[in-house]
Every structure is written in C-alpha cells, then in structure tokens.
C-alpha cells in the first residue's frame, strides 16, 4: 500500500529547462573559478546553499551568493516560466483522489518554490497535501529530513507506505535514508540512467508521470 507520494521539484515534476544547475555554476564561476561539470552534477538536488558552499569554497559568502542564486533564477524563469512534465498534473490528481497524499520536496527555499508553484497555480489543499524544502530541516539530501518532514505533515508514520520520486542521485539517496518502501528515479532531469542506477532506485521510469502504474500493481 502506498499512502504518501513524496516527489522532487525541479526535473521530477516541474520542467524549468535546467536554468537551476546552469545560474548555479554561473554564480559559482562569477565569485572565483568556474566550477567542473562533474561537480555540479554531484550537488544536483541538494540544498542550495550547501551546494554553494561546497562549489566555491567559501561558506562565508553563502547567504550573500544565494541572494544571487535566487535573483537569477526568478530572472531566468521570468524569461522562460516553468511548467509541469506532461502528464504529471492528471498523475498528482488521480493519486490524491485515489486517496495518496501528494508532497513535493526540494533542494530550493522558499523564494523560489513559491515562485514555481504560482506559476504553474499548485496549492496545498488542491494539487497537493504538503511541500517542504530544504531551508526547513535540519540537513538536506541526501539526508531523508525532507521525507520526514513531508511524512509528519501528511500523517503517514510508516515509511514503507511511502513512495519518493526524483531525477537525481541524491534524490535516491534521500529515499533510501527514509527507508522508503518504494525509491524511484526518473529519467527527465539532469542525471542519466547509469548515474542513477549505481544507486539501486527500487524502479527506473521515464518521468513522474508514470507512477500511476505503480499504484496500479501495488493495491
């Protein structure tokens, strides 16, 4: 049985075109060295501000470049405005009319999680029963704090009713810290199949809007 869906934002349900990872390194790259690809991808669905530190060296300077951070994306999506995966809208509402709570987790505070989720007009109590982002718990991914978080807000006490959703390793990661009965990666975000799969998700699907045939097998 599953009773909460917990899924990421950014690559997961929303499609925002990658713009996170690109004003990330660029940010990166203004306050000292351009950061390796393959470094940017290690930090892919993590904190943010963490994902800073790391990346620059330089946890001092952390509040003040994710003020940055933050100001690019909201000017980039401006730009190009996010918009949900095809198909993923229809997936969330027959979940939660088949009586799955719906929680969306993310590495973004709450300056840009709000921003996504007006654009494309999701709100607790209608598309969704819960969101929590990183800048809420004590650690983010791969921590599970976030799945937790979602799990207590929701109701649901045990884990192995949980399904989590996400593009990235640390997505995974976080899914299998929560002890998550079903950990799946999905495949429209920034990290590969292989990259994905050296971290044993539960199932590999080619986007969110797809978990319907999970809950279709596991009633």
Same mark, same amino acid.
């Given at each position: %049985?599953?009773?909460?869906?917990? &899924?990421?934002?950014?690559? #997961?349900?929303?499609?925002?075109?990658?713009?996170?990872?690109?004003?990330?390194?660029?940010?990166?790259?203004?306050?000292?060295?351009?950061?390796?690809?393959?470094?940017? @991808?290690? /930090? %892919?669905?993590?904190?943010?501000?963490?994902?800073?530190?790391?990346?620059?060296?330089?946890?001092? +300077?952390?509040?003040?470049?994710?003020? *940055?951070?933050?100001? *690019?994306?909201?000017? +980039?999506?401006?730009?190009?405005?996010?918009?949900?995966?095809?198909?993923?809208?229809?997936?969330?509402?027959? =979940? *939660?009319?088949?009586?799955? @709570?719906?929680?969306?987790?993310?590495?973004?505070?709450?300056?840009?999680?709000?921003?996504?989720?007006?654009?494309?007009? /999701?709100?607790?109590?209608?598309?969704?029963?819960?969101?929590?982002?990183?800048?809420?718990?004590?650690?983010?991914?791969?921590?599970?704090? %976030?799945?937790?978080?979602? %799990?207590?807000?929701?109701?649901? #006490?045990?884990? +192995?009713?949980? &399904? #989590?959703?996400?593009?990235?390793?640390?997505?995974?990661?976080?899914?299998?810290?929560?002890?998550?009965?079903?950990?799946?990666?999905?495949?429209?975000?920034?990290?590969? @199949?292989?990259? =994905?799969?050296?971290? +044993?998700?539960? *199932?590999?699907?080619?986007?969110?809007?797809?978990?319907?045939?999970? =809950?279709?097998?596991?009633?």
């Amino acid at each position: %049985m599953i009773a909460l869906v917990a &899924l990421d934002i950014a690559g #997961t349900t929303i499609d925002e075109g990658g713009a996170v990872y690109r004003v990330l390194a660029e940010v990166v790259a203004e306050h000292g060295t351009p950061p390796p690809d393959a470094e940017v @991808r290690r /930090w %892919m669905g993590a904190d943010k501000r963490a994902a800073l530190a790391a990346l620059t060296g330089d946890p001092d +300077a952390v509040e003040q470049l994710h003020d *940055r951070f933050v100001t *690019r994306l909201r000017e +980039a999506y401006a730009g190009t405005p996010p918009k949900p995966f095809p198909g993923v809208p229809e997936t969330l509402a027959a =979940l *939660r009319e088949s009586g799955v @709570r719906v929680a969306l987790t993310t590495g973004f505070d709450r300056r840009i999680t709000d921003t996504i989720l007006s654009e494309v007009d /999701w709100k607790v109590g209608e598309q969704l029963d819960a969101v929590v982002c990183a800048s809420e718990v004590r650690e983010g991914r791969p921590a599970p704090d %976030m799945i937790h978080r979602a %799990m207590e807000l929701t109701g649901i #006490t045990d884990p +192995a009713q949980v &399904l #989590t959703a996400g593009d990235t390793v640390l997505d995974v990661q976080a899914g299998h810290a929560a002890r998550a009965g079903h950990v799946i990666g999905v495949l429209t975000g920034g990290q590969t @199949r292989a990259e =994905l799969e050296q971290h +044993a998700p539960t *199932r590999i699907l080619p986007g969110a809007a797809d978990l319907r045939e999970i =809950l279709d097998t596991t009633r």
